[in-house]
Structures are given as C-alpha cells and as structure tokens.
C-alpha cells in the first residue's frame, strides 16, 4: 500500500520526536485539530505516521481524538473540581476513599464536595449548569428525572448492594410472597428502594401498585414503624438497614444483588455533560480517580469504614466494614456494559410506571452515559 505523505502546511508547528519522526502526541493533536471535516484519507495518513513512531494506534474514525485525549495524564496545575455527593450514604464511600488517601491528587486533581440536601432533580441541574462538575447517586434515583434532559452523562457504575428490603419476623415476613397485602416502608415515594423492589416484585409475579402498600416515613424511623405493627417491612439504602438487621427483629428478604442483577451497580458517576465535551481528559481522570478508590474499598474495606465514619457515617467501624465486603465495590461497569445496565433498568422501569412508557430505553440509555476511559 502507498504511504501518503502529511504536507508540510499541516505540520507546521508540531513538535518532533529524537530522530525527526513526528511524536504520537503530535500527529493526534493534528488529527484532533482537524476534526470530522477532514477526509478519511488524512486519517489514514496520521495512522500510517503514528505507527512508524512509538507505539500504535487504534484506527476508529471519529473516537481517535477521545482515545490521545484519555491516555495522557493531565498536565499543570491540579484541576479544581466540585463533586456533589450524600456523606451520610454509605454507597458514596469511594469519593471519600478518593479523596482522603491521595487518588485524586494522583491524577492531577483537586476535588471540592458538596453535601447536597436538595432534591434529585435539584441536584442534576446543578451539575448540568456547572455548580458542580459531576456527582455521585444511586442510579434508580437519577434514571426518572434524567428523562426531562439534564445535559449530564454518566461515565462509570461504582459498585452494587447498599439497597435491602426487611421483613418483620414478628409478622413472619420472610418472603417476597408472605408481602402480598402487606405494608412496605420507605423513606420517600421515589426512593430507589422502591423504585427497585417495584421492579423485583413485578418480575416474581406480584403487582406493586395493588398488592402491597408503600408508606412514607423518615428514613431514620423505618425500622420503628415495622416494630409498631404500622408496617410489616421496609426497604433503604445502607447503612441503616443493614445496621437494623444485626438487632435481630428482621428478616432479610432480598437485596439489590438478589438473582439476575447479582452483576448490576446500583451508585453511578455522573459528570457535566460540557465538561466531557471540552475537557475529556479531565472527566477520564475523575472517573479513573473514582474507580480506582472502589477498588480499595474492596481490598480494604476496614479503612473505608474508618473513613466513612470521619465524614459521620452511622455505625462501628467494625460494622461498616462488614457491611462494606457485602457490596460489590470491585465490579463497576463502563462503556458497552454501562449502557446495557442502564438500558435494562430503564426497560424494567417503564415496566412498573416510573418511566414514561413513550421512553425508548436504547435511545435513552445511549443519551445518558458516555465512555470516556476507551
């Protein structure tokens, strides 16, 4: 095959690698500069250079820029970022574990949180219209108000597990089927553990609209109304219920990990959507920063434990660190198995009347997640 040459009027400017071959760093800057406007042929042209250089490159039209941008480590002064977060829920430990043991700054970054206490609709805007860049949540609480547009992607599931339904034992709950005209409570109506058990329910053949009752209290007295008789189950995020279920009054019925979604995340980052458009590197880096603190809170989830309760996380150390080996921190989904996770729970959403039925789960999967470590 002929080798086409890159005209001097291109390279101008361009910094040469020892040896007067173009760097690959160099040739990807030219590729990126010209952008989807330039022909196929060029793109050729820049995979023939860089692959008489240091090292290959994998030719995909249209995804070369993103690949030379997310391979670089990021360069200067660290990048301040605002992350938006819960500290008191347990599943949100990774940015804390970021944070406190060097990750962040291992990447060049300079993360700020903010505690945020508004609603989830609230939160999202707030990412989208830059106050904070990105922000860490429950997916089964973000999927419902992502629908009205948030210009915001998610770029990484974070772990799964920190979602529990419990059954009273004094009302011989032990079972999804013992649950049929029965009381449920949850800490609001659009909880993601209601949102999920609607889900679980509906899959084993039982309606979650008529045949059990969903009431509303605050999530630290869920357990008290089931104690009461007001109530013979509840359904939470941890670290509450998990904490309940040690006292011995409950059964646990099922959890967020329970058959099929063994495999699925449950807590997902998200980013502003114009910060992966103008700056991917930097939401690579966040989100590399994000998993990479996942992964020790599985190796070591005595120290996230410790960490948790410096941010005022509820329980022992010795708890929390037990409850954290029983969440999945070592599997986080990106790129192709994101979406298909996210195209699911849509699908089984709509199933039970959270999400619209006019929602195409594939195109909406595809509008709200983005990869950006591939």
């Given at each position: 095959?002929?080798?086409?040459?890159?005209?001097?009027?291109?390279?101008?400017?361009?910094?040469?690698?020892?040896?007067?071959?173009?760097?690959?760093r160099s040739v990807l800057t030219l590729v990126c500069t010209l952008g989807a406007a330039a022909p196929f042929g060029m793109f050729g042209a820049a995979r023939a250079v860089t692959a008489s250089g240091t090292g290959s490159l994998s030719y995909i039209p249209g995804f070369i820029c993103r690949a030379a941008a997310n391979s670089e480590e990021l360069r200067g002064p660290p990048r301040q970022l605002k992350l938006a977060w819960n500290a008191n829920a347990a599943c949100t430990v990774a940015a804390a574990v970021a944070k406190e043991r060097g990750i962040f700054a291992k990447h060049n970054l300079d993360v700020d949180f903010v505690n945020f206490g508004g609603t989830t609709d609230q939160l999202l805007e707030a990412i989208a219209t830059g106050k904070a860049d990105a922000g860490l949540g429950l997916a089964l609480r973000w999927l419902k108000p992502l629908e009205q547009g948030f210009d915001v992607r998610i770029t990484a599931g974070v772990h799964g597990g920190c979602i529990r339904l419990l059954g009273s034992k004094a009302a011989n709950i032990d079972s999804l089927e013992s649950l049929r005209g029965k009381a449920i409570a949850i800490s609001d109506q659009a909880s993601p553990a209601k949102n999920f058990f609607s889900i679980y329910l509906a899959k084993k053949g039982i309606d979650p609209a008529q045949e059990v009752e969903w009431r509303q209290y605050p999530a630290n007295l869920l357990a008290l109304a089931v104690d009461k008789g007001e109530v013979q189950a509840l359904a939470e995020i941890d670290p509450l219920?998990?904490?309940w279920l040690k006292e011995g009054k409950l059964n646990e019925i099922a959890t967020n990990l329970t058959g099929e979604f063994a495999d699925r995340t449950c807590c997902v980052l998200a980013i502003r959507g114009s910060l992966t458009r103008s700056e991917m590197p930097v939401a690579a880096a966040l989100t590399r920063s994000i998993l990479e603190a996942a992964d020790r809170v599985a190796s070591d989830p005595a120290d996230a434990a410790a960490i948790y309760s410096g941010y005022g996380g509820r329980g022992s150390v010795e708890d929390l660190a037990t409850m954290y080996r029983s969440h999945t921190h070592h599997r986080h989904p990106v790129g192709a198995e994101l979406k298909k996770q996210l195209l699911l729970y849509t699908d089984e959403l709509r199933a039970v009347n959270v999400i619209k039925r006019s929602t195409d789960p594939a195109k909406f999967a595809d509008r709200i997640y983005l990869d950006v470590l591939s």
């Open positions: 095959m002929e080798k086409r040459e890159i005209g001097t009027s291109l390279t101008k400017g361009l910094s040469e690698a020892k040896g007067g071959s173009f760097s690959r219920p998990y904490l």
